[in-house]
């Protein structure tokens, strides 16, 4: 069979994909098992699928791919934000690609809209390094917005 190559089509296969994933009780209960995650905890979707998988027993998905969509959803939900930073996946089927480093979002976080979810973005991706010290420092950068009511 040869590989099909469409933008259109393959922007409409990932909808459907998506949609089915949202569907699903599993994704919900995915979701969820991401609101344990400790405030201010950093790291990558597949420290998040190792802490819902071993840490809270969630079965696994239907499909691998159920992953992204779980990711992309609680990032839209504003569970946990991209910082912008990348680090290689750890995970041999992975091949050490590289992924994106979350940060959890706290609660009443969630509730920014979207230019202030881009202002927070953009702090986080100017703290250099993005390591401990970068975890440290952007729990006084949210501290310090919501002090001065930037938040």
């Known amino acids: 069979m040869t590989e099909q190559y469409d933008l259109c089509l393959s922007e409409q296969a990932k909808a459907e994909a998506l949609s089915q ?6 994704s919900s209960r ?8 400790p405030s201010g905890w950093a790291g ?3 420290d998040i699928r190792r802490f819902l998988l071993e840490e809270l027993h969630l079965e696994p998905p ?3 791919n159920a992953w992204g969509g779980v990711i992309s959803g609680a990032v839209k939900m504003g569970i946990i934000i991209g910082t912008g930073r990348y680090t290689k ?17 706290r609660e009443h976080e969630a509730f920014l809209n979207p230019d202030q979810f881009i202002q927070l ?8 390094g993005f390591g401990l010290k970068a ?3 952007s729990q006084g950068i949210l501290k310090k ?3 001065e009511d930037k938040l």
């Open 145 to 147: 917005a919501f002090k």
């Open 62 to 64: 239907h499909h691998h």
């Open 89 to 105: 996946m750890r995970a041999i089927k992975s091949h050490a690609r590289k992924t994106e480093i979350y940060v959890r979002v």
């Open 30 to 37: 995915a979701k969820s098992g991401m609101k344990h995650l």
């Open 21 to 26: 994933v949202k569907r699903e009780p599993w």
């Open 135 to 137: 975890l440290a420092d």
């Open 44 to 46: 990558t979707g597949e």
């Open 121 to 128: 973005q953009q702090e986080l991706k100017s703290v250099e």
